[in-house]
């Protein structure tokens, strides 16, 4: 069964570093999504992307984030300076085509810790 | 702001019995459910969903109850099985959003 990838699934980073997450959704999904979980607490929408545009983001999603899929396979979240508090598992998501609600297939995310 | 809550952070039953995961919500526009399984070291899996349309949705021993007026809905597994033990979110969303708002989880044990 196809599934997302993500790579790294450990990252270690000090604090003001720039970090690049990187995903690879499942080839014939159109709509794909960032999430981040901090320890303990709920999964947290982060942005959504399709047609090579974001159509939705959080509050959490500010300035020193930004997505990009640069060639058609990959997409990747880019954390410009990193802080301590954006130590948590980041997930990728993605989901196939139009129509129906179709569940969004989910990578075993990226484990980012901010030294 | 927790529009989506699941009050029990963990549930411990015996293999073969009932396993009941409740969630409850507060935003009257959503209008789709879902269930997600999480393991370990994994991401989380869809395993089960349901529209406002409807108030039960089964898939083989899983089965989702929603209850709208009361804004609760309950996920059954019968029989437990120890390979069910994991963390179980419930997420909603509105309006063909597509982006569920999910529930901070509960984590099941199943003894064998």
């Known amino acids: 069964e196809p599934e997302v990838t993500q790579t790294p699934s450990h990252q270690v980073t000090q604090m003001g570093q720039e970090v690049i997450l990187r995903c690879v959704p499942i080839s014939n999904h159109l709509y794909f999504y960032w999430y981040r979980q901090i320890l303990g607490q709920k999964v947290e929408f982060l942005v959504s992307?399709?047609?090579?545009?974001?159509?939705?983001k959080s509050e959490i999603f500010d300035d020193q984030f930004s997505v990009e899929r640069p060639d058609g396979s990959n997409f990747t979240l880019k954390i410009r300076s990193t802080k301590l508090e954006d130590s948590a598992m980041y997930f990728c998501a993605s989901r196939g085509g139009t129509g129906s609600n179709q569940p969004q297939h989910f990578g075993d995310g990226t484990r980012l810790s901010i030294l | 702001d927790q529009q989506v809550k699941q009050n029990s952070p963990s549930l411990s039953v015996q293999e073969g019995r009932i396993s009941i995961l409740n969630c409850d919500y507060t935003n009257s526009m959503f209008d789709y459910f879902l269930w997600y399984k999480k393991y370990p070291a994994e991401g989380p899996t869809f395993l089960i969903s349901i529209s406002s349309i409807k108030d039960k949705n089964e898939d083989g021993r899983f089965t989702v109850f929603l209850n709208k007026s009361a804004k609760h809905l309950s996920l059954h597994i019968v029989p437990s099985q120890p390979g069910d033990s994991a963390v179980y979110f419930c997420?909603?969303?509105?309006?063909?959003?597509?982006?569920?708002?999910f529930g901070r989880g509960t984590s099941l044990i199943v003894h064998p």
């Open positions: 992307f399709y047609n090579n545009e974001i159509s939705e």
């Open positions: 997420a909603a969303s509105s309006g063909g959003s597509y982006i569920p708002t």
